[in-house]
């Protein structure tokens, strides 16, 4: 008689960058128990980046930001039916991947008997390892996200880790960004730079007149196409870019996750700062141009080849801070428009060498 299948519960809930970091955990996971059966509870809103993934039999959307912000009866309801469903599954494994209070405490309402976590030094909140009975080795500072996420699996024994980051979209998401360029030919004709000026926090935000002078000089002196991308509340931006341009660019369509994958894979070039849009084309292996200030592209940058991280470091950068405690932006304003400019023409070379030696 053949065991039962092992029963496996990522959690990782947000954000798009963090969600793409823990990609190859879900790939390795996977490759040393081809057999176990793989969820991963996320945040409702991001849910589009795993819904296909090969990888997992089922993906458990959440609404937490939604309920502690509706704390009301039907609120209490659905949780209600997310602890009950969680206790259902039977987990025989929890891997938090957060390190946050609240998924250690959804670690611990499965009643797993392994719930693997963070040592309490590389949990975001200490207090999270108190919920996780398994304690991957203490990670000390200055490694990628992704190796500290790979870490957790030291918990079951060795592994060989799986550097990969699938983002699987269905047809009918891709047909949306076939469709845009069949209505903009022009844009085709030569490679397209994509920019997309957003970012989560208002202290990763670079100029819009560095990126609208940037976007000129791609055109003009790189024979670049240049693409605005942007996300919720965000169109505003890539607007004013357009009207401080000299050269002409196209601004994407409005898109959802899936979607803005489709019209990412169109891209030869991508600039902007530490945001989705930036992880996403670099799990895709677009090149890559991001100027970085209170985040450490070391950290939470591209974990593969074929980008370029600028920044300028003062004694406060790196400060992981939603605002400048300072009231400046200037570990932002230090990157000029000369250096993305350069750096852009040495990853193009760059590049082009890559795929001539293929």
Not at 1 to 8: D, T
Not at 170 to 180: N, P, R, W
Not at 265 to 291: E, I, N
Request: aromatic content about 8%; charged content about 20%.
């Amino acid at each position: 008689m053949s065991a039962p299948k092992q029963n496996f519960l990522i959690v990782k809930l947000s954000s798009i960058g963090d969600i793409v970091h823990a990609l190859p955990f879900l790939r390795t996971l996977r490759k040393h128990h081809p057999k176990a059966h793989i969820s991963w509870m996320i945040e409702e809103r991001f849910h589009e980046l795993i819904k296909h993934n090969p990888d997992l039999d089922e993906v458990l959307p959440v609404r937490i930001k939604h309920w502690r912000k509706n704390i009301n009866a039907d609120s209490w309801r659905e949780i209600s039916k997310t602890r009950q469903l969680l206790k259902d599954r039977k987990f025989d494994w929890t891997f938090d991947l957060q390190g946050l209070i609240k998924t250690g405490v959804i670690a611990r309402m499965t009643g797993a008997p392994n719930r693997a976590g963070f040592h309490r030094n590389n949990c975001r909140e200490k207090m999270n390892a108190w919920f996780n009975n398994r304690h991957s080795k203490y990670v000390p500072p200055g490694g990628h996200v992704t190796d500290l996420c790979l870490s957790q699996l030291s918990v079951m024994g060795n592994f060989l880790a799986q550097a990969e980051f699938p983002l699987t979209i269905l047809a009918e998401d891709e047909q949306v960004a076939k469709t845009f360029m069949q209505e903009n030919p022009e844009l085709k004709t030569k490679p397209v730079a994509g920019i997309n000026p957003g970012a989560g926090f208002p202290t990763k935000l670079w100029s819009l007149e560095r990126y609208a002078e940037l976007a000129d000089r791609l055109v003009s002196e790189m024979g670049f196409n240049i693409l605005l991308t942007w996300g919720p509340g965000e169109e505003d931006m890539v607007r004013e870019i357009a009207s401080m341009m000299k050269q002409k660019s196209w601004t994407a369509p409005a898109t959802t996750i899936a979607q803005s994958i489709g019209l990412y894979k169109k891209l030869s070039l991508f600039v902007g700062s530490d945001s989705g849009p930036f992880h996403l084309c670099a799990a895709l292996g677009v090149p890559t141009v991001s100027v970085w200030g209170p985040t450490h592209p070391d950290r939470n940058g591209a974990y593969t080849k074929n980008h370029r991280a600028l920044y300028h470091e003062l004694p406060c950068s790196f400060c992981w801070k939603r605002q400048c405690p300072l009231g400046t932006l200037e570990c932002m304003d230090k990157v000029t428009v000369q250096n993305v400019f350069d750096a852009t023409k040495i990853l193009a070379s760059e590049h082009i060498k890559m795929l001539a030696s293929t």
